[in-house]
């Protein structure tokens, strides 16, 4: 099995439907991020979690809602989606700082997002 | 703010020769990581290789290594005796060193590599 899983792994929606996107992990990782990648724009971060009570925005976080379940999982939600949010969407996880491997993310294999 | 930019959207390398894509980034900070991912069709998010801004070697891992210029804020992966499987998109990332930044990745806007056999 996959360190990190994430479900869907495509997705075709309509505009206005809620979506979730969800993200477990067995790394035994506290820290988990959520970013979006769009053709010539590289990866962004949308929101990222230090542990379950530790929620906080990135830098496109609009339009978007997260829910740190338990520390092995983090959903992404978009409450009414819209033809821009249509991207690829990747799952990650760190270590604490200070710990072995806390400077790698390890990634989900992505969840493709279509809104139209 | 941090910022990262690779500035070849694209590039094309023959099958076992060398390649070099760049990265250049933007920061005040002294202590960093820098890291190279690539992406296969699979889409899956592979680390190729990593640099602590510390480290004054350059970083080295089989056919992959890096040049890293601190003082040119410069960090390109070089590519020897490419491979088919190695035609992917390639990204470039910071890190800030610092505590509470919580492993948070600034990724650029990605290389796409074509390997021609």
């Known amino acids: 099995d996959a360190d990190v899983t994430q479900t869907p792994r495509n997705r075709i929606t309509k505009t206005g439907k809620r979506i979730m996107l969800e993200c477990s992990q067995t790394?035994?990782?506290?820290?988990m991020y959520w970013y979006r990648q769009d053709p010539g724009l590289g990866l962004r971060l949308i929101y990222y979690?230090?542990?379950?009570?530790?929620?906080n925005k990135g830098e496109i976080s609009d339009g978007y809602s997260v829910s740190r379940q338990a520390q092995a999982k983090f959903s992404l939600s978009l409450e009414s989606a819209i033809p821009n949010q249509t991207a690829l969407y990747f799952c990650?996880?760190?270590?604490?700082?200070?710990?072995?491997?806390?400077?790698?993310?390890?990634f989900g294999a992505g969840s493709r997002l279509t809104v139209l | 703010a941090q910022t990262v930019t690779q500035s070849q959207p694209e590039m094309s390398v023959q099958e076992a020769e060398t390649v070099t894509l760049s990265c250049t980034y933007d920061?005040?900070?002294?202590?960093?990581?820098l890291f190279w991912y690539k992406q296969p069709p699979s889409r899956q998010m592979i680390l190729v290789i990593r640099q602590e801004a510390y480290k004054q070697q350059n970083a080295t891992e089989n056919r992959f290594s890096v040049n890293f210029q601190k003082a040119a804020k410069s960090f390109s992966l070089k590519i020897s005796d490419s491979q088919l499987g190695d035609a992917a998109m390639y990204f470039c990332a910071y890190r800030r060193a610092i505590y509470n930044q919580g492993g948070k990745l600034i990724f650029g806007q990605g290389t796409e590599l074509s390997v021609k056999p």
């Open positions: 920061t005040s900070e002294s202590d960093y990581y």
């Open positions: 990650a996880t760190s270590a604490p700082s200070g710990s072995t491997g806390a400077n790698v993310l390890t």
């Open positions: 979690s230090f542990d379950v009570k530790d929620i």
């Open positions: 790394k035994g990782h506290d820290r």
